[in-house]
């Protein structure tokens, strides 16, 4: 069963930056694509980065581009989102997904994940 942990988040002041990781366990991890989703506060779940299992492609957010990027290190099995100039609409609690899949592919949708972590939250302050 695939398990991912979300680790890094927290309160930060506007203009601040923070790394989130996220750790898989009990898969093999070279083999799916990583996504970084976020919920902001009474809002839907959006999409924030994604990752191909090698790390060759990339896609961001709009949101996101410029401040925010996805890395992965599959030698550790984890993968992370470095965020800079982090403002107040960048709160709320962000969540890794994977999704088993061949080279140089990433998701952008929820739905094309079934593998989720429980979520880290991270709330800026103005």
């Known amino acids: 069963q695939v398990q991912l942990v979300e680790s890094g988040g927290g309160l930060v002041q506007h203009g601040d930056s923070l790394t989130l990781s996220c750790t898989g366990s009990s898969i093999p991890f070279t083999s799916y694509a990583i996504g970084w989703f976020r919920r902001p506060p009474g809002q839907e779940r959006e999409f924030v980065a994604a990752?191909?299992?090698?790390?060759?492609?990339?896609s961001h957010a709009p949101s996101g581009k410029g401040r925010f990027t996805i890395s992965r290190d599959n030698a550790k099995n984890t993968a992370y989102l470095q965020m800079t100039s982090l403002n107040p609409e960048d709160t709320g609690v962000y969540y890794c997904a994977a999704r088993r899949t061949v080279t140089g592919v990433y998701y952008t949708t929820e739905d094309e994940y079934g593998a989720w972590g429980q979520g880290t939250q991270v709330t800026v302050s103005s």
């Open positions: 990752i191909s299992t090698a790390g060759t492609k990339k």
